[in-house]
């Protein structure tokens, strides 16, 4: 559950920070997800199993980017951070908030 990983008393947070906590909870999943599919995709030998593996890992990176867009539009650190960083040419340890 996610608010297992909560650190503080959920009463004592307020409503965007456990919006958020479920943000990035969820985007967790999904990016544990995608992994998870890719593993298995690698070692099925079954060639349309592994395409519909690979499909479902397709789909957990779709939601996944529905999350960042989620954060992106509703927290304004979220929003610099991806708008400064994100599809930017050239090295990618050379962009510098």
Known sequence: MASDSLHAPPERLSKDTLHMHHA???LMEEMEAVDWYRQRADDCDDEEL??????????????????????CRNNKDFAKELKENLFKEGPISGHHG
Not at 55 to 69: D, I, S
């Open 24 to 26: 990035i909870v969820s």
């Open 50 to 71: 592994k395409e519909i593996l690979l499909h479902n890992m397709r789909e957990e990176m779709q939601h996944a980017c529905m999350v960042l867009e989620w954060l």
